[in-house]
Antibody, heavy 123, light 107 residues
Framework: EVQLLESGGGMIQPGGSLRLSCAAS????????ISWVRQAPGKGLEWVSG????????YYADSVKGRFTISRGNSKNTLYLQMNSLRAEDTALYYC????????????????WGQGTMVTVSS | DIQMTQSPSSLSASVGDRVIITCRAS??????LAWYQQKPGKVPKLLIY???TLQSGVPSRFSGSGSGTDFTLTISCLQPEDVATYYC?????????FGPGTTVDIK
């Protein structure tokens, strides 16, 4: 069964840092681009960042560019999101989501989603 | 960046009704359009990609159409289990962008 399992969320003060992880199973991890998508409480979906299957290409929303860094460890089947300089507006449920396309390049259509990990930025 | 809009923002319909949700892109996106369903408290689920291709396992009462800037999601015969928020999303060029969502409930 194809699965994504996020971890690493929690409560953090403004300006702090947090590292999210997403453990993948049930598919050839390096063959697919993966993204982080977030959802603030009661709000819609916002794409945050994506990475190609090889890890050689990364993409960011303007709202997080320069503060967040996406990476992946293909030998560990794990995706990461390093979040620095966190703000209140980063408070959200963070999902990792697998690209639909069986290609190492990034498409940004998502067929498998994890359950999410909650990040709360508050003093 | 390309912006996505949806209408209506919410709707209420009876079981068995035909429901149509529209999505518009601020620039042409060919058929690079997906639709997702998110039930309350649940994870988003891919319904349709390439504007009209039904994802495996999705009931045939769901259908999509459109190309360029204007797209529609149709539920041909609304069922109680279709209560959810529906999002369109453009893809295949970064950044991917979601519409604001359309909430569907039962009258």
């Amino acid at each position: 069964e194809v699965q994504l399992l996020e971890s690493g969320g929690g409560m953090i003060q403004p300006g702090g840092s947090l590292r999210l992880s997403c453990a993948a199973s049930g598919f050839t991890f390096s063959g697919y681009a993966i993204s982080w998508v977030r959802q603030a409480p009661g709000k819609g979906l916002e794409w945050v960042s994506g990475i190609s299957g090889s890890g050689g290409s990364t993409y960011y929303a303007d709202s997080v560019k320069g503060r967040f860094t996406i990476s992946r460890g293909n030998s560990k089947n794990t995706l990461y999101l390093q979040m620095n300089s966190l703000r209140a507006e980063d408070t959200a449920l963070y999902y990792c989501a697998k690209d639909l396309a069986n290609s190492s390049w990034f498409s940004g259509a998502f067929d498998i989603w994890g359950q999410g990990t909650m990040v709360t930025v508050s003093s | 960046d390309i912006q996505m809009t949806q209408s209506p923002s919410s709707l209420s319909a009876s079981v068995g009704d035909r429901v149509i949700i529209t999505c518009r892109a601020s620039q042409g996106i060919s058929n690079n359009l997906a639709w997702y369903q998110q039930k309350p408290g649940k994870v988003p689920k891919l319904l349709i990609y390439a504007a009209s291709t039904l994802q495996s396992g999705v009931p045939s009462r769901f259908s999509g159409s459109g190309s360029g800037t204007d797209f529609t999601l149709t539920i041909s015969c609304l069922q109680p289990e279709d209560v959810a928020t529906y999002y369109c999303q453009k893809y295949n060029s970064a950044p991917p962008a979601f519409g604001p969502g359309t909430t569907v409930d039962i009258k």
